[in-house]
Each structure stands twice: as structure tokens, then as C-alpha cells.
């Protein structure tokens, strides 16, 4: 039989069980839309996670308290980071720019009549420029500021709308920790980083914050959370990792295993992209599950059909239908159904992620390799499932067929 006349027959039969071939295809559909889906949001938090990096400022280092070792298995994050570490890296490292030591708390702000439990930083006037930050209104505090531990502040943008509305928050006096502070400066809005949203806290001198919110909490002299070092260029970042831990051991007096950790702004995202890739895979992994359960409902649709058609297959034996191409006619149905199932959840899958990006911070990847993958293996479900019914169908005994009538 001609193979064109085969394909006509096949796609009359599907049309003439519009609802059979409707559900056969549902799971083949989500299957498809969910692993273009989970494929998509992965490549979107994996861009997302970059662009949040890339923000924080370039050529950065990150230096934190303890080894990984210790952050990995100790409560509570090791106080072997000191400010004098920091004035030290400035100092001695000849490929560090700038310095920004921080240290954070949360604490409860006060404006009259309202409060709100946010994160007091403690930073050096080198933090706006190291760490990609503007002040919109105001200043930010100094040199003068630092020394005399006064009592400045520099408002994030959200709590300057939470606190002053309309107003200008510049001359006013809030309450951290029953101290009154000045605002001197609000942060232009710079959004949120790995979910901490960065415009919902305050910038004080990191001395006021441990001489007056703090306190001495390390043996070692004034603790902070931990420093970040702007390189002088992107050749120099390895070299600057490398001073600097040489020169933190000699501080600390290492001889064993380091008691804090150096991190790249590279390393950091290499670590973030190998844990969203392995999410991306997965949540791919299980919604590729639902392709398979979709390719076994195809066989069971398919071997239904075969048991109902057992007289239309009986007629054309006997009509001179050879077994190929009764085979190829179910093939070429069980085929037909998993493309157009493929296809229809490539256009929701798609849609989905246009979605998303419309109204999440994710910019979602459409990925062509995902798409050209879901089809083929669409295609190829419909054809390892499909051939066992085919198979059963051809083989059917004409004489057997014909006495059901």
C-alpha cells in the first residue's frame, strides 16, 4: 500500500476518535511543556544569578570568617575576621584597589511610631564604591564619620519610603537599638541579591556598629562578617587571592588548616551554576518521567484500539492487506499522536516561560536544543510504543477477525 494512503487512513482514524486521541496525547503534552519548562526557569536563574553577581561589582573577592570546613559543620560562623585584617589587606596587598570590611546585624529601626526589624550594616566610606552602591540623596558618611564614631546613617531605599513617604528623610532621627542616629544619605534602589532584598537595610560606620550596637565580640579585636577586596583588574584577581591568604596566615599565626576562606566572584558563581544546573536536571529528570508515563498511555490507547478494530483489521487481511502494512498503519498513528502531543506542549511549554519573564524577575531561556530534543523524543516514544500494538495488530488472524462480524 502506498505509504501517502497509509498516512490519509491513519489521520482519518484519529480524527474520527477526536476525544481518544485528545487524552492519549495529555500526557505526551505535559510532558513535553513541563521539561521545556523546568529547562527554561533553569537557564533563567542561572542568568539571574549572574547579572545578581555581576552587580555587586567587578573584580571582587570575598573573605569570610573560618574555614569551609568550619562553616559547613560549626552552629554558630566562626569570629576570626577582624577589621585590623582588613586595614592590614589594604595596606600590604599590592593588587587590592579597595577595601570594604561589613559587618551585619539585624536589629529593630524606630521612626516615631513605627518599626521594623531589618539589617544594620556597619560599613567603611570605601563600601559605595567597591561594592557598586549610589547614593541618591544626602552623603554618605566619611573619614570624620568613622573616626569619631558618630552617629550617622544611611538609610536603604525601601525603609526611606517605609519610614518618610514623601518626605525627606535627610535631618531626621531614627532608633537603632535605642540610639539615636542622623540620616545623612538614602541608597538608591539596587534591588535583591539570592533572595535578601538589598534596599531593606541601613549603613552605619562599621566603628559606631561595634563600639555602640555590638560590642567586643572577638578575642582577636573588632569582629566583622567579612571583607570585600576590589582587585585592581581582572589579570590581578589570582594574585590578590594568593597575597591575601598568605598574609592572613602570617596574622593569624596559621600553621594548619585556614580559619577563614577566600572566594573569587568567579568561584562563587562556578558553585551557584553547578547547584542550578544539577536543579535544572533534576526538576528535567522528573518532568521527563511524565513523558514516559505519556509513551505507556500511547501503547495502552493504542492496544485498546487494536481490540476495537479487530474487524476493520480482519476486512483488510482479507482484502489483501499484507501484515506490513497494517503494521505501518498503527506505527504511523502512534506517531502521529506523540509529535502532535510534542508539539502542542512545545507551544504551552513555550508560553509558560513567556510568562514567567513577564511577570518574575527570571528571564527564562527558550532553548532550541531543548525543543528539537522534545519533539525527537516525542517521536521516538510514539514509535517504541507503538510497536507493540502494531505488532499484535498485523499479526492478527484474518479468519479469526472476520468470524466477530
Given amino acids: 500500500m502506498d505509504i501517502a494512503e497509509t498516512f490519509k487512513m491513519a489521520i482519518s482514524t484519529l480524527v474520527s476518535n477526536k476525544l481518544r486521541s485528545s487524552l492519549t496525547m495529555l500526557g505526551i503534552v505535559i510532558g513535553n511543556a513541563s521539561v521545556i519548562g523546568m529547562i527554561g526557569i533553569g537557564q533563567g536563574a542561572q542568568k539571574l544569578a549572574s547579572e545578581q553577581f555581576e552587580s555587586l561589582g567587578p573584580n571582587l573577592l570575598f573573605i569570610v570568617p573560618g574555614s569551609e570546613q ?44 513605627q518599626n521594623t526589624n531589618s539589617p544594620v550594616i556597619g560599613v567603611t566610606p570605601d563600601f559605595p564604591v567597591v561594592r557598586s552602591f549610589d547614593v541618591a540623596q544626602g552623603r554618605f558618611f566619611n573619614e570624620i ?63 559606631t556598629m561595634a563600639n555602640q550596637i555590638v560590642g567586643r565580640t572577638s578575642p582577636y579585636g573588632m569582629q566583622v562578617t567579612f571583607i570585600s577586596v576590589q582587585a585592581k583588574n581582572e589579570e590581578s584577581i589570582r594574585a590578590a587571592k594568593f597575597q591575601i591568604e598568605n598574609l592572613l596566615r602570617g596574622r593569624h599565626k ?45 501503547m495502552n490507547i493504542m492496544l485498546v484500539a487494536v ?19 497494517i503494521l505501518l498503519q ?58 507493540v500494538p502494531a505488532q499484535r495488530a498485523a499479526k492478527l488472524d484474518p479468519i479469526v477477525a472476520l468470524r466477530s462480524i
Avoid: H
Fill in 70 to 113: 568550619a562553616r559547613r559543620t560549626q552552629f554558630e560562623v566562626p569570629k576570626t575576621l577582624v577589621l585590623e585584617d582588613a586595614e592590614a589587606i589594604k595596606t600590604q596587598v599590592p593588587t587590592a584597589f579597595q577595601i570594604a570590611p561589613q559587618l551585619t546585624l539585624s536589629q529593630v529601626i524606630t521612626y516615631r511610631n
Fill in 145 to 207: 564619620d568613622l573616626k569619631r564614631n558618630n552617629r550617622v546613617v544611611v538609610v536603604g531605599a525601601e525603609i526611606a519610603n517605609r519610614f518618610f513617604g514623601m518626605e525627606s528623610p535627610l535631618g531626621k532621627s531614627i532608633r537603632i537599638k535605642d540610639i539615636s542616629f542622623q540620616v545623612v544619605g538614602v541608597m538608591q534602589a539596587k534591588g535583591s541579591f539570592l533572595g535578601n532584598n538589598q534596599d531593606d537595610a541601613v549603613f552605619i560606620p562599621i566603628t
Fill in 254 to 298: 596559621i600553621v594548619g588548616e585556614d580559619d577563614f576562606t577566600v572566594r573569587t566572584q568567579k568561584d562563587v558563581l562556578t558553585i551557584v551554576g553547578t547547584i542550578t544546573t544539577g536543579l535544572t536536571a533534576l526538576l528535567a529528570a522528573i518532568a521527563g518521567i511524565s513523558l514516559l508515563v505519556g509513551g505507556i498511555g500511547v
Fill in 307 to 325: 481490540t476495537e478494530r479487530t474487524q476493520e483489521i480482519g476486512l483488510r487481511k482479507a482484502v489483501g492487506a499484507r501484515e506490513g502494512d
Fill in 330 to 387: 498503527f506505527l504511523i498513528e502512534a506517531i502521529i499522536l506523540s509529535a502532535m502531543g510534542g508539539i502542542l506542549g512545545i507551544l504551552i511549554g513555550v508560553g509558560g516561560l513567556l510568562l514567567v519573564g513577564q511577570f518574575t524577575p527570571l528571564s527564562p531561556g527558550i532553548s532550541p536544543v531543548a525543543i528539537f530534543l522534545s519533539v525527537g523524543v516525542s517521536g521516538s516514544i510514539g514509535l517504541f510504543f507503538g510497536v
